[in-house]
């Protein structure tokens, strides 16, 4: 359930795209797992700076409330409206229907000093 195709943080965020153009962000099938029935997601608005490391959302499960972080610096230039209504759908699709945002990143170079799909699954144990 780790795709080889993405970028991963330690925080369990999971970035698609090289950092050329938009990448699209969303968290990982471990921690939509390990949070358990999401019921609540907060995203930024689409032009919203945001800071690579610093929380710009969360996700609310009826387990706990965590924050989301962004794994790349930049500017947010689309967001996944569709959970506001449905949260449920990063449980069954993080990695599709399920992503958060998408976020032009200032530094696009950054996106390649994240974790690879075999680093992330060292760090989770998968």
């Known amino acids: 359930m780790i795709p080889d195709d ?8 999971w970035v698609a795209g090289d950092g050329s153009g938009p ?15 999401i019921v ?5 608005e689409v032009g919203a700076a945001v ?18 972080y962004a794994p790349v610096g930049g500017t947010v230039v689309a967001r996944n409206d569709q959970l506001v209504d449905t949260p449920e759908i990063i449980n069954t699709d993080p990695y599709g229907a399920g992503w958060l945002v998408e976020i032009a990143p200032s530094d696009p170079a950054a996106v ?3 974790l690879t799909a075999e680093a992330y699954r060292e ?3 998968s």
């Not at 993405?6 to 965020?13: D, F, I, P, Q, S």
């Not at 969303?26 to 939509?32: K, R």
């Open 6 to 13: 993405l970028r991963y943080t330690a925080e369990h965020e």
């Open 23 to 37: 990448v699209r962000v969303g968290i990982t099938h471990f921690a939509q797992d390990a949070l358990g029935d």
């Open 40 to 44: 609540y997601v907060q995203l930024p």
């Open 51 to 68: 800071e690579a490391g610093e929380s710009f959302g969360e996700v609310e499960s009826t387990k706990s409330v965590s924050e989301i």
């Open 112 to 114: 390649a000093g994240l």
């Open 123 to 125: 760090l989770t144990g």
